[in-house]
Each structure stands twice: as C-alpha cells, then as structure tokens.
C-alpha cells in the first residue's frame, strides 16, 4: 500500500501546485530568488555588457558567455512569479516558474560545456581551435543550444515527459563533458610546453598558472553546484513525495546560490568587480 501511495505521488509531481510548495519549504525557493535577483541580475547585466563589448572589438570567443547571461538575467525574474505562486496563490504563475527553473537548469550547463570545450580545443588542438574560430560556427551552435533548452523546457513545463525524469541524464551528459574538457586542460596546462623552462627563470610563466587556477576553480564549483542536484534526483527514485521535495529544494538552494560564483569569478578575472 505504502508502495502504491509512493507511485501515486510521483505520478501526479509534474502537476505539484502552489500550495503543497507553500506548505513545504517554500521559504528555500523565495530566499534563493531574492539573493538571486539582488546578486544575480547587475552582475550578469555588466557580464552581458563586456561580453557585448568584446564581441564588437572582434572577440568571438565571447558569444558563448553572452547568452550564458542572457539565461541567467532571464532566470532572476522567476522571482516575481515565485511571489506570485508563494504569496498570492496565483495559479497562473506556476508554468512560467517551473519554464524559467528548466531554463536555468539546462541552459546554464549547456553554455559552460559550450565554453569548457572551446578552452579544450584552444589548449589541446590549436589547429582546430583556428578552424572554427569564425563567428558563423559559435552562432549556429548557440542557435542549435537554444532550440534544444527551449523544446526541452516546453515539453518538461507541458508535461509531456516529467521533467524530473528528464533532467538527470541531461545534466550528467553536460557536467561529464565538463568535466572531461576541464581535466584534459589541466593535464595540457600541466605538460610543459616549448621555452617554459625559460620562462619560468624569468618569472613570467604566470598566464598558465592563471589558466590553470581558473580551470580548477571552475570544476570544484560546477561539483558542488550540481552534486547535490544529482543526489536528490536519483532520491526522486527512492524517497516518498514530501521528503524528495525538501532535498530538492535544499539543492535548488545551493545550486541557485553557488551559480552566482561564475559572474563574480569572471568579474574579478577580467579586474572589473568592485571592492577587489
């Protein structure tokens, strides 16, 4: 019987509404979305703006960065339908609170894998790098990104495959291939390359202990970010309703809040964050 009521509640949890979530841990979602519109939404506008600024000086690398600002400005107005559905029991404002949740969580792996393997054929095959360095190839991946987050939120937002069952391997295909481009660039970075000898006696061998820091920092955040996403998804298989539901807030939270290192993390790479 117990088994029964399990199936049951997960049947009917892409179709959760507003009060079972006000009655559970709502408090981890409106908290998030504040820090993350107060945080979140200046420091990826002034992100978007660099980025913009780099792409008219002839930059293409920085395409990729632009629309992962785009989806996270996108994202910080969840915030008003978050108080829509919490506070004021608007029915009308869940679907596009559960669309902006998928946004984020697709779109945001997607454009860091787009960038981690760009630093991957940068570091370990030049040649190619310089092959696909034209704007054209980074415009038509970022399209193929785009219509790939958009069909996948509106089929998880309209129900036709629960999206709870759809985001892990989603997201273990993107943080696997993270994770495979950030180690393979710092076993690059690592191998000494040609005139590094000198360079380090000189002491100006530094871009490469930069990169190198960058690159680490970068995996230890995105392990921390989506462990516990993938931890609570895989107790979606396990757990009743209500205690699947507060691991998954509790690692919404975390993530939300640790997706902010990314901004901040390239502000101050690029010198531009205040007060460091």
């Known amino acids: 019987m117990e088994m029964t009521n399990i ?11 507003s009060t079972i979530f006000n009655v559970l841990y709502y408090s981890f979602f409106t908290s998030a979305f504040s820090i993350n519109m107060v945080l979140g939404l200046p420091a990826n506008c002034y992100i978007l703006w660099l980025s913009v600024k780099g792409m008219i000086q002839g930059q293409s690398t920085k395409i990729f960065k632009v629309n992962g600002a785009l989806i996270e400005i996108i994202f910080c107005f969840a915030f008003f339908f978050a108080i829509g559905v919490y506070f004021f029991h608007c029915v009308d404002c869940w679907l596009p609170l559960v669309f ?8 945001r792996p997607l454009f860091l894998s787009f960038i981690c393997l760009e630093r991957y054929l940068g570091v370990l095959h ?21 219509i790939a987050i958009i069909y996948s939120c509106v089929i998880g937002t309209m129900g036709h495959i629960q999206y709870y069952n ?4 989603q997201l273990l295909f993107f943080y696997f291939v993270k994770l495979y481009s950030c180690l393979m660039v710092l076993k690059g970075l690592m191998r000494p390359g040609p005139g590094d ?22 995996l230890v955040f995105s392990t921390l970010t989506y462990g516990p996403i993938f931890v609570s998804l895989v107790l979606y ?9 507060l691991s998954w807030s ?27």
């Open 237 to 245: 298989y396990i757990l009743d309703l209500e205690k699947f539901l």
């Open 250 to 276: 509790i690692s919404l939270f975390l993530a939300i809040l640790l997706g902010l290192v990314y901004p901040f993390l390239d502000l101050r790479r690029v010198g531009n964050l205040p007060f460091c």
């Open 7 to 17: 199936s049951a509640g997960r049947e009917s949890l892409s179709s959760v509404n």
């Open 126 to 146: 030049p040649l190619i790098f310089l092959k696909l360095k034209p704007v054209k190839y980074r415009i038509a991946l970022c399209f193929v990104g785009w």
């Open 166 to 169: 759809s985001l892990l391997p």
């Open 197 to 218: 000898d000198v360079k380090k006696r000189n002491g100006v061998n530094k871009d490469k202990s930069k990169a190198f820091q960058i690159i680490l920092v970068l």
């Open 100 to 107: 902006l949740g998928q946004l984020l969580l697709v779109g």
